[in-house]
């Protein structure tokens, strides 16, 4: 899915990949609406001072405060304990991204120019990944050098003063 640069973070425009699992939801979404109409459209009441029926405004996007509250009310209805908010979720994305599929595949996705920007929005590893990251790892035949002690130099018997010949 193309996101354009007039509604994307850092205004860089990018391809995203739209999950199986996702794709009915957006096919609904593209049915429902106009190509130039917003998914969360800002909402207006019809009456206000008395506030009893909002309108959709479709052309018109989503304030950061109304999104701010969706996002923080659609947590609570989820049951999550912990206070969510849009960027939250954005840095959870950016952790997951990079833990599945690399920094380099977070970067792109989240549109950062840098990678430092990418590698703040990420956790610390976990102790089973950083097991995970060694499980395997051997010196091979380099740590043949050093073993068994048979193998070293001389040890000399007397320091060196560092003007003998070599």
């Known amino acids: 899915m193309w996101v354009s640069g007039e509604i994307a973070k850092g205004k860089r425009e990018r391809w995203v990949p739209v999950s199986a699992e996702l794709w009915p939801v957006v096919e609904e979404i593209r049915r429902s609406l106009n190509t130039d109409d917003y998914v969360l459209p800002a909402q207006r009441w019809r009456d206000p001072g008395v506030n009893r029926e909002k309108v959709d405004k479709r052309k018109h996007p989503m304030s950061a405060k109304a999104l701010w509250e969706l996002v923080k009310n659609v947590g609570a209805r989820a049951g999550i304990a912990a206070p969510l908010h849009p960027h ?3 840095h959870a994305y950016a952790d997951h991204v990079a833990r599945h ?23 610390k590893p976990t102790p089973d990944e950083l097991k995970s990251a060694v499980t ?6 380099a740590e043949r050098l050093f073993y068994p002690l048979a193998n ?7 320091a060196t003063t560092g003007i003998e010949p070599v």
């Open 101 to 123: 599929a690399g920094v380099h595949n977070a970067q792109h996705l989240l549109g950062h120019a840098g990678i430092g920007t990418t590698q703040a929005y990420l956790a």
């Open 152 to 158: 070293r130099a001389v040890i000399p018997v007397e």
């Open 88 to 90: 939250l979720m954005r």
């Open 136 to 141: 395997g790892f051997a010196f091979g035949v």
